[in-house]
Every structure is written in C-alpha cells, then in structure tokens.
C-alpha cells in the first residue's frame, strides 16, 4: 500500500519560516520524482516545487527564493523548506510522487500565513 504523509503544516506569522516533511512508503522512493503543489481556498492546485530522482530541482516564479525542495533517499522523504512566507502562502500543500505512469498524491497539510 502506497502512502504519502505530509506533515509539519501551521500557522505562522508573515515573513516566518516552516518545514514541511513528507513521509513515503509503498514505492521505490529513490526512483520517483517528487513534486509540492498548494492549493488555497477557491483557486486551482499548483505546482510549487519540484526535485527529480537525480536531485534536480525546479521552482514556481512565486517561490522562487523563498522556498527549498530537497530529499533524503534513505528516510524515504521529501522536504520543503519555506522561508520569509507571506499571507498569499497560505493553502493545503500537497506531496505528489511520480514514475512513468505511476503517480500518487498525499493528503495534504495545511499552512496558514497570517498575523
């Protein structure tokens, strides 16, 4: 049974930081890219970040700067540094794992930005 499990979501004040973690098991990890996608309250999921099997990293304009995909093959885990956040941050953050045509999704953490 694949499960993807988000964690380390809250609530923060503007220009503060949080680390979401996500927990994979079920796949072979180290073969899967992995992508962070939000999405807030009306809007469409987006793409945030994403970092390939290889390490390869890639942003979304809005976080770019801000924000830092990485993973530790041996945990089995995602991370996504979140720094200087701001209130248009907030939304359900999602872990999403891909190879070929397998995908998977996690259900979601919430991250709110406010003051």
């Known amino acids: 049974q694949v499960q993807l499990v988000e964690s380390g979501g809250g609530l923060v004040q503007p220009g503060g930081s949080l680390r979401l973690s996500c927990a994979a098991s079920g796949i072979r990890f180290n073969m899967y890219g992995m992508r962070w996608y939000r999405q807030a309250p009306g809007k469409e999921r987006e793409l945030v970040a994403g970092i390939s099997s290889a390490g390869s990293t890639n942003y979304e304009d809005p976080v770019k700067g801000r924000f830092t995909i990485s993973r530790d093959n041996a945990k089995n885990t995602v991370y996504l540094q979140m720094d200087s956040l701001k209130p248009e941050d907030t939304a359900v953050y999602y872990c999403?794992?891909?190879?070929?045509?397998?995908?998977?999704w996690g259900q979601g953490t919430q991250v709110t930005v406010s003051s």
């Open positions: 999403y794992a891909r190879y070929v045509f397998q995908n998977y």
